[in-house]
């Protein structure tokens, strides 16, 4: 398994390697992502949420990601099996967040009369 988490000029992603030597002839491994209160491992903290992977014969793997909105837009999304090399490859980019949004600054206006 292999991980890479990255924070590049504001955007965060995650790459995933998961070797699979010995999965089952035809399976082709799955993911999914599981919210903080599916699990029952840890108390539930909406900062964070998991990805999940699966496939036969191997018990399923989590990752614990922060809870962040997953960006699916074309290339900041994408998965790849290998076949040939039973490697399972996912990459994710989260949304940019930018938070709340700065007020104006007040006009310039003349200091009330006395």
Known sequence: VFVFVCVFFFTMFVFVQVDFPEVAEG???????????EQRVEAPDRSWQYLLFAAEPY???AFKIP???V???SG????????????FFLQLHFRHDRGPAMPPPPPNQPPPPR
């Open 27 to 37: 399976v082709t491994p799955r993911h999914r992502f599981m919210s903080a209160y």
């Open 59 to 61: 018990e399923t793997i």
């Open 67 to 69: 809870g962040r909105d």
């Open 71 to 73: 960006d699916n837009s």
């Open 76 to 87: 900041k999304f994408w998965t790849h099996w290998n076949k040939d090399t039973r490697q």
